[in-house]
């Protein structure tokens, strides 16, 4: 049969290539489209007006939607107008870590566990988390910035925060990859890395009806396998252990059942698991988890919410935490906080938040763990991190998003959390501070420090900080810290809120504010003297004369209405009964007995 040509008709010759001419005559002939009748969705000025129309009139703001685009869509801007949102399901497995335990006789997983960098997430998982705690933070997170917006300016989970909090690597190389994984390649990865059938694979994929495994297949099938198995059987035994582990931890997806085979990928060289960045990693993906939540119809939060509570209750450990008085330095700073559910509602979270200050933050967690454990430089680094195929900005101390012409100096904390003008008048403007309207507040005061005078209440707001930070120190120093140290404090603080600094200035007090991000030495720590606390009488009360006599003590008699005491026993009155007695006994023996 003749082929058939592109114009529909038949022919026996065989086709030949155009020429250069005639293309150069078929590019002459064809129309252009004339700008005026393209579709107006493809330009993005269109969708800024609408969403602009959409955020005008809102008291709580963004006035200026130049970085907040997305705002409209934010559960905080549907909170403002009356839409609430029930508490997230928070997706945690904290307690699924404590069914497969690394005992002596499966010593040779362990000891690859331990070398892959990843093993005190065993141990610091919290197997509890509040949710209402977690929603509330949720919700003052702003993808565009990637920081929690409060109050009083921004604040952000950074590297360092999670070197110290998890102990794991936050060097090495992004966990990166190249496209989505098919559920034939997982079926293939399941077949090679761990040594399951095709069927047995094939069965687990359909079920997850994803490239996925349930977190219960790896300890049905691998959990049994100790030292004295085959070497190919304890190889994969300890790569099921650890896709179990960064599934339960790390990587904790929506699923809340099941883990990704992807992640098997970088368990294919045992030696070199150690090479990623892990924490940088699950920073990622918890930025992107915070972000999927902040929009209204989501109902769930992922990620390793251990990290995200273990940053809130170091840094507002008068709101929420728990601390754990037999902490030591050594150990991940997760370990020092007990976790545990508040009783608050989530509205009242939400307003505690709206009320929260600057001197009410915790701006130095880590001083005490860094003699341990010093600050990484590489957390200093600024641009993007990556975990698989997710990739967030991550600008935590430098500006971001706009250059400094367009929105004003970066916020420079001190020890206090104050601010420079010029990026409180920025943030101001371009964020949304308040969550809770006031009309839906549920018993919302003012605060009795707006009544004062300006001078006094920041002179006020400015001594309590510092003795709440020196009793901050004290209360959650545990049984590390020194005796010295410990009067110090007390004495310090106690000097500060009397109103006197005369006497702290005597002492070596520890500095409040971030002098550099350098570790001091234990050298040059500053130690306290114990306080030797005297009180003078005050200056309006005359003291005693030398012959003075206290005045007799006097009895008031008891009221009519109590009982006069029994009267004493006769010693003449004679003994009970014992045959009463013994009938009793028997009587309640035989009580017992039916």
């Given at each position: 049969?003749?082929?058939?040509?592109?114009?529909?008709?038949?022919?026996?010759?065989?086709?030949r290539r155009?020429t250069?001419?005639?293309?150069?005559?078929r590019?002459?002939?064809?129309?252009?489209?004339?700008?005026?009748?393209?579709?107006?969705?493809?330009?993005?000025?269109?969708?800024?007006d609408?969403?602009?129309?959409?955020l005008?009139g809102?008291?709580?703001?963004?006035?200026?939607?130049?970085?907040?685009?997305?705002?409209?869509?934010?559960?905080?801007?549907?909170?403002?107008?009356?839409?609430?949102r029930?508490?997230l399901?928070?997706?945690?497995?904290?307690a699924?870590?404590?069914?497969?335990?690394?005992?002596?006789?499966?010593?040779r997983?362990?000891?690859?566990?331990q070398?892959?960098?990843?093993?005190?997430?065993i141990?610091c998982?919290?197997r509890?988390?509040?949710?209402?705690?977690?929603?509330?933070?949720?919700e003052r997170?702003?993808?565009?910035?990637?920081?929690?917006?409060?109050?009083?300016?921004e604040?952000?989970?950074?590297?360092?925060?999670?070197?110290?909090?998890?102990?794991?690597?936050?060097?090495g190389?992004?966990?990166?990859?190249?496209?989505?994984?098919?559920?034939?390649?997982?079926?293939?990865?399941?077949?090679?890395?761990?040594?399951?059938?095709?069927?047995?694979?094939s069965?687990?994929?359909?079920?997850?009806?994803?490239?996925?495994?349930?977190?219960l297949?790896?300890?049905e099938?691998?959990?049994?396998?100790?030292?004295?198995s085959?070497d190919?059987?304890?190889?994969?035994a300890?790569?099921?252990?650890?896709?179990?582990?960064?599934?339960?931890?790390?990587?904790?997806?929506?699923s809340?059942t099941?883990?990704?085979?992807?992640?098997?990928e970088?368990?294919r060289d045992?030696?070199?698991?150690?090479?990623?960045?892990?924490?940088?990693a699950?920073?990622?993906f918890?930025?992107?988890?915070l972000?999927?939540?902040?929009?209204?119809?989501?109902?769930?939060?992922?990620?390793?919410?251990?990290?995200?509570?273990?940053?809130?209750?170091?840094?507002?450990?008068?709101?929420?935490?728990s601390?754990?008085?037999?902490y030591?330095?050594?150990?991940?700073r997760?370990?020092?906080?007990?976790?545990?559910?508040?009783?608050?509602?989530?509205?009242?979270?939400?307003?505690?938040l709206?009320?929260?200050?600057?001197s009410d933050?915790?701006?130095?967690p880590y001083?005490?763990?860094?003699?341990?454990?010093?600050?990484?430089?590489?957390?200093?680094?600024s641009?993007?991190?990556?975990c698989?195929l997710?990739?967030?900005?991550?600008?935590?101390?430098?500006?971001?998003?706009?250059?400094?012409?367009?929105?004003?100096?970066?916020c420079?904390?001190?020890g206090?959390g104050?601010?420079?003008?010029?990026?409180?008048?920025w943030?101001?403007?371009?964020?949304?501070?308040?969550?809770?309207?006031?009309?839906l507040?549920?018993?919302?005061?003012?605060?009795?420090?707006?009544?004062?005078?300006?001078?006094t209440a920041?002179?006020?707001d400015?001594?309590?900080?510092?003795?709440?930070?020196?009793?901050?120190?004290?209360?959650?120093?545990?049984?590390?810290?020194?005796?010295?140290?410990?009067?110090g404090?007390?004495?310090e603080?106690?000097s500060?809120?009397?109103?006197?600094?005369?006497?702290?200035?005597?002492?070596?007090?520890?500095?409040?504010?971030?002098?550099?991000?350098?570790?001091?030495?234990?050298?040059?720590?500053?130690?306290?003297?114990?306080?030797?606390?005297?009180?003078?009488?005050?200056?309006?009360v005359?003291?005693?004369?030398?012959?003075?006599?206290?005045?007799?003590?006097?009895v008031?008699?008891?009221?009519?209405s109590?009982?006069p005491?029994?009267?004493?026993?006769?010693?003449?009155?004679?003994?009970?009964?014992?045959?009463?007695?013994?009938?009793?006994?028997?009587?309640?023996?035989r009580?017992?007995k039916?």
């Amino acid at each position: 049969m003749p082929p058939r040509t592109r114009g529909g008709y038949t022919s026996t010759a065989p086709r030949r290539r155009p020429t250069g001419s005639e293309r150069r005559r078929r590019v002459q002939l064809r129309e252009v489209e004339p700008v005026a009748d393209r579709d107006p969705v493809e330009h993005p000025q269109h969708d800024r007006d609408e969403t602009e129309e959409v955020l005008e009139g809102a008291p709580g703001g963004p006035i200026d939607r130049c970085i907040l685009r997305s705002f409209h869509k934010h559960v905080a801007a549907k909170i403002w107008f009356g839409e609430d949102r029930a508490p997230l399901k928070l997706v945690n497995h904290g307690a699924k870590l404590q069914l497969w335990v690394l005992d002596a006789e499966r010593s040779r997983i362990s000891e690859t566990v331990q070398r892959s960098g990843l093993a005190p997430l065993i141990s610091c998982s919290h197997r509890v988390a509040s949710r209402p705690m977690l929603s509330a933070f949720c919700e003052r997170w702003q993808p565009e910035t990637t920081t929690f917006h409060l109050p009083f300016g921004e604040m952000t989970i950074t590297l360092d925060d999670v070197a110290s909090i998890l102990h794991i690597p936050i060097t090495g190389s992004m966990i990166s990859f190249s496209q989505p994984l098919r559920v034939d390649d997982a079926n293939a990865l399941l077949f090679e890395l761990l040594g399951t059938t095709d069927v047995e694979a094939s069965r687990e994929t359909e079920q997850c009806r994803s490239p996925s495994v349930r977190l219960l297949w790896p300890r049905e099938n691998f959990s049994t396998i100790t030292d004295v198995s085959f070497d190919d059987d304890i190889e994969f035994a300890t790569r099921a252990f650890l896709l179990h582990l960064v599934g339960c931890t790390l990587f904790a997806d929506k699923s809340a059942t099941s883990v990704g085979v992807v992640y098997l990928e970088l368990f294919r060289d045992l030696s070199m698991v150690g090479r990623y960045a892990w924490g940088a990693a699950c920073l990622a993906f918890l930025y992107r988890q915070l972000t999927n939540a902040t929009r209204f119809e989501v109902r769930q939060l992922g990620g390793y919410l251990t990290l995200l509570q273990a940053w809130i209750y170091e840094h507002f450990p008068e709101m929420f935490s728990s601390p754990d008085l037999s902490y030591i330095e050594s150990r991940p700073r997760a370990l020092r906080w007990r976790p545990h559910v508040i009783p608050d509602s989530l509205q009242s979270v939400r307003e505690r938040l709206d009320r929260l200050q600057s001197s009410d933050v915790c701006w130095e967690p880590y001083v005490d763990h860094r003699v341990e454990h010093p600050f990484p430089d590489i957390a200093w680094f600024s641009g993007c991190i990556k975990c698989g195929l997710v990739v967030e900005p991550y600008h935590p101390w430098t500006d971001h998003v706009l250059t400094d012409q367009s929105r004003g100096r970066r916020c420079q904390y001190s020890g206090s959390g104050e601010s420079v003008a010029e990026y409180m008048a920025w943030y101001d403007r371009i964020s949304h501070r308040i969550v809770q309207p006031p009309h839906l507040r549920s018993g919302f005061t003012t605060d009795a420090r707006s009544s004062l005078p300006s001078h006094t209440a920041s002179t006020s707001d400015s001594r309590n900080a510092r003795a709440l930070t020196l009793l901050r120190r004290v209360i959650s120093g545990g049984r590390q810290q020194s005796g010295d140290y410990f009067w110090g404090a007390l004495n310090e603080a106690h000097s500060i809120l009397a109103g006197s600094d005369e006497t702290s200035a005597s002492h070596s007090t520890p500095s409040l504010a971030p002098a550099s991000h350098s570790t001091p030495s234990p050298a040059t720590r500053p130690f306290f003297s114990p306080p030797t606390f005297v009180y003078p009488p005050p200056a309006s009360v005359d003291p005693p004369p030398a012959s003075y006599d206290p005045p007799p003590l006097i009895v008031p008699p008891p009221p009519a209405s109590v009982a006069p005491p029994a009267p004493a026993a006769d010693p003449s009155a004679p003994a009970p009964d014992s045959t009463t007695c013994n009938a009793v006994y028997v009587r309640s023996k035989r009580k017992k007995k039916t």
